[in-house]
């Protein structure tokens, strides 16, 4: 993998991370394209520490708080929401690991992640806070975040969707949805950590210079997100994703792709 190529992958997986568009889906779209080799496991382990430390450093005031005030009830309701992602995502982790290396099922899920998008923008806004979800709020975002294991499902996408769909505040149910993120990308990038020879090697300049965009891409694109959230609908990322997933399959008909 060339240096270039080791920045544009990482800015697709920091933008796209937080973007609800997929980061997964779009990185399996550019190893394609690329013709980077699939099973890159330890560079995609640095991508995930890069877009890691993006909600580490975009959060640090209210993980600050969270680690100062361990009673907290946003401990709760993150811990809980949680528990079905990690439930979910080892048992969907064969059949979805022969998704990623096909690449068949993306059309289709962008699809899906376009349906959630719109359809999460049509609903009323609520104002309901982190600290006053119910479990069943957050059981509720977690099997969401959960489902996004598939390729083309995005997980900001679906997490945002599902707090919009039990009556958060637009800011608030970014705030979850990052905070969320943070034990999942953390177990993603361990699960590939064991499953990889990565342990003991030093990264090379390809992991530092993805790794490195990865943050610097996902800082700013959660700033953009809260934006959008506050002044902008997300509809226009749902018509983007359905332009894309029909663009892929039109590829994938004429054995393009």
């Known amino acids: 993998m060339t240096g270039m190529e080791a920045v544009i992958l990482g800015a697709i997986q920091g933008l796209t991370e937080f973007l609800p568009i997929s980061s997964s889906g779009h990185l399996v779209l550019a190893h394609r394209v690329l013709g980077v080799e699939e099973d890159n496991l330890t560079f995609d382990i640095w991508l995930h520490v890069g877009t890691l430390l993006a909600v580490l450093i975009a959060y640090r005031k209210d993980l600050r708080s969270l680690l100062a005030h ?139 210079l993805g790794a490195a965009t990865a943050a610097i891409a996902g800082y700013l694109a959660i700033f953009w997100m809260l934006k959008i959230l506050a002044t902008r609908s997300l509809k226009p990322f749902a018509w983007y994703v359905w332009i894309l997933g029909a663009v892929v399959l039109a590829l994938q008909w004429n054995g393009r792709l």
């Open 70 to 208: 361990p009673t907290s009830l946003v401990w709760k309701w993150l811990i809980i929401g949680t528990i079905p992602t990690g439930v979910l995502g080892y048992l969907l982790h064969d059949p979805v690991e022969s998704l990623f290396q096909s690449g068949s099922s993306l059309p289709w899920e962008f699809a899906i992640t376009g349906i959630v998008l719109y359809l999460a923008e049509s609903l009323p806004r609520g104002n309901k806070r982190i600290e006053n979800l119910r479990t069943s709020d957050a059981l509720w975002v977690g099997v969401c975040q959960g489902l996004a294991v598939m390729p083309a499902l995005s997980r900001s996408g679906l997490t945002l969707a599902g707090a919009l769909w039990r009556g958060m505040d637009r800011t608030e149910a970014a705030k979850y949805s990052f905070l969320l993120s943070v034990p999942a990308i953390a177990g993603a990038a361990l699960q590939q950590w064991v499953s990889s020879s990565a342990g003991g090697h030093a990264p090379g300049l390809p992991e530092v």
